[in-house]
């Protein structure tokens, strides 16, 4: 019987199975089959051809004596997996699957059998909230695996056998509570590439470590617990990614580290880091350099020296400054100074001339040098929630800037500076607003103290017509009273954001935004819209809570790609009677 009639078969057991309320479901594409009942043991070895099975075992906590047995028949299994949160053990059979290559199990409330061992052939197991606190020693013997993920067990240690799998080139350990240490034997694994340790109780590295001399990239999230790292990492010639996340007892990053010549992603957090790292200087090939959610107060003019950084992430320190030395880093393409205590940059980041990205959000600048301008290749700059008042100007000479995120609650002038951006693609201009219902109100009177002048809003919006390219625009939180009819122009708009304003109706030529994707304009003084809205072909979100609204235009129901509605907190009395025959529509909030 061929594989498709093997498929016709089942499922008329499963319309069978169907009437007596259970569930199972058939792929005869991929020749694999999601079994939720071990009622259904009968019929699982009459497809010989299978490859993939799922169990999903809910009500069961063993499975029938019968089915270890028609589990072995499926000689042709490539992948197994069991979602099992009721079941306390698996049959002993399951070393016969031969050919299995892929065995996944969640929620097991027993141990694995011994027989795992078993599986000659299996080259990933993920194995995911188990409850043993011990893995059989047999599970050395998968002289194949390839990949081995434990994650949210209650496993106490690792059995030293594990230094038995010859081949084994990942290792993931996550959010395994009670894991407290690895296996000396660890260092045996002579071909892994990838050791990720995070969130486990581990207290201690072991120094057999230092041996795997093909770890490329180490991954490791300490406990507070965690104090220090073993010398012998020092050995890892051939690492290429480093990151380390300390807890808040740990002391030191060990100068050996300065010996990993090849490594070209560093990343340590977790503020313990009140200076910068000396072994930092020795890494000669570092590419990417992360030290962010740290206590660093200051930069040494010596960061200068790592000519082959491409990216300095530096965000959530204590920042007060940044040396001129920055200058020097002619290579570097993302720059990350966001949540620091910065008041002015040097002129000498006007040399950064392949920087693509430039984010300073949240410090305490109140104006950029005017180099910043000279930022040619610059495609992304985030200034939000700073001190500016104005822009650099002319701005013309930044032809590759893309997205550009400001916060108008400081600015004094836009005068020139905006429209000159024949790239910008994306532009922010919307004040950080909370949703939160009971501040609103306060939100709301003391951004109107600090924005725009009505003069400086006309700048702006002149200024915006002009982006011809623009696909998403927020002018969220602004005081803005009206839209002009020009906007109408930006034919490749996606997304406006017009939330947090004293909008009391939209222009007509909004219609003529045949691209927009997402309009949000709740929070508003709106009264009606105008019937054009119903031309907005491509309209998927469309956001009107908390308005004045009275009614709603009966083109709206010519939003045929219409998906989501929001229209609380308004007047109305009623809908469009067009809405009803909408096909699309899945979610209105009345």
């Known amino acids: 019987m061929g594989f498709e009639d093997q498929v016709e078969h089942l499922q008329g057991v499963l319309r069978m199975l169907y009437r007596n309320g259970f569930g199972l479901a058939i ?42 047995c028609k589990l072995a028949e499926l000689s042709q299994l490539r992948t197994l997996m069991i979602n099992a949160s009721t079941l306390d053990s698996l049959p002993e059979s399951i070393g016969e699957l031969q050919q299995l290559q892929r065995l996944e199990i ?22 995911r909230r188990m409850e043993a606190e011990s893995f059989p020693d047999s599970i050395g013997r998968l002289q194949n695996l390839r990949k081995l993920e434990i994650a949210s067990s209650q496993l106490l240690s690792l059995p030293e056998t594990i230094g038995g799998l010859k081949n084994l080139e990942e290792l993931k350990l996550y959010s395994n509570e009670s894991l407290g240490s690895l296996p000396d034997s660890i260092g045996m694994l002579k071909k892994l590439k990838e050791l990720v340790v995070s969130y486990n109780n581990i207290t201690s590295l072991p120094e057999s470590i230092g041996q795997l001399q093909n770890l490329r990239v180490f991954k490791f999230y300490a406990d507070n617990n965690f104090r220090s790292l073993p ?30 010549k090849n490594l070209r992603d560093l990343s340590v957090g977790a ?24 206590n660093l ?14 990216m300095l992430n530096l965000n959530k320190n204590k920042l007060r400054s940044v040396p001129h030395s920055i200058g020097a880093l002619k290579n570097l393409r993302e720059l990350y100074l966001e949540s620091n ?19 300073l959000k949240d410090n305490r600048l109140e104006t950029l040098p005017d180099v910043i301008k000279m930022l040619s290749n610059l495609e992304e700059l985030n200034l939000e929630e700073n001190r500016l008042i104005f822009l650099p100007q002319p701005m013309n000479r930044l032809k590759n800037l893309v997205r550009l995120s400001l916060d108008m609650t ?18 922010k201009v919307g004040a950080s607003i909370s949703d939160s219902f009971s501040e609103v109100a306060d939100l709301f009177y003391e951004l109107r103290q600090q924005s725009l002048a009505d003069n400086e809003r006309e700048a702006l919006l002149e200024s915006i017509k002009q982006l011809k390219n623009l696909v998403s625009l927020d002018l969220s939180g602004n005081s803005l009273k009206s839209i002009p009819e020009t906007i109408g122009g930006l034919t490749e708009l996606q997304v406006l954001d017009l939330t947090y304003n004293e909008l009391k109706t939209l222009p007509n030529s909004i219609g003529e935004l045949k691209n927009l994707f997402a309009l949000k304009m709740g929070w508003n003084e709106i009264e009606s819209l105008p019937e054009s809205v119903g031309e907005l072909s491509n309209l998927c979100l469309l956001d009107l809570s ?45």
Do not use: Y
Request: proline share 6%.
């Open 27 to 68: 792929d005869g594409n991929k020749k694999s089959l999601e079994l939720k009942i071990p009622e259904f043991v009968p019929e699982i070895s009459q497809v010989t051809d299978l490859v993939e099975l799922s169990l999903r075992i809910t009500r069961a906590n063993s499975l029938p004596d019968a089915f270890g």
């Open 106 to 127: 969640i929620e097991l409330l027993g141990p694995l059998p011994d027989t795992i061992g078993e599986l000659q052939n299996l080259e990933r197991l993920r194995l």
């Open 231 to 260: 010398e012998s990492m020092g050995k890892l010639q051939n690492l290429w990614q480093l990151k380390f996340f300390g807890g808040e007892d740990f002391h030191f990053m060990p100068e050996i580290l300065g010996q990993l």
């Open 271 to 294: 503020r313990h880091l009140k200076s910068f790292p000396e072994f930092i200087w020795q890494l000669d090939n570092l590419r990417r350099l992360k030290l962010s959610d740290n």
């Open 297 to 310: 107060e200051s930069l040494p003019e010596s960061v200068g020296r790592l000519q082959n950084l491409r």
């Open 341 to 359: 205590q910065l008041k002015t940059l040097p002129d000498s980041i006007g040399g950064l001339k392949n920087l693509r990205e430039l984010n």
């Open 410 to 427: 400081a600015f004094k002038s836009f005068a020139g500076g905006i429209g000159a951006l024949n790239s910008l693609r994306v532009l």
């Open 546 to 590: 908390h308005c004045r609204l009275k009614s709603l235009p009966q083109s709206i129901g010519r939003l045929q790609n219409l998906i989501a509605l929001f229209i609380p907190g308004n007047l109305l009395d009623s809908l469009p009677d067009s809405l009803k025959n909408s096909l699309i529509l899945q979610i209105i909030i009345v």
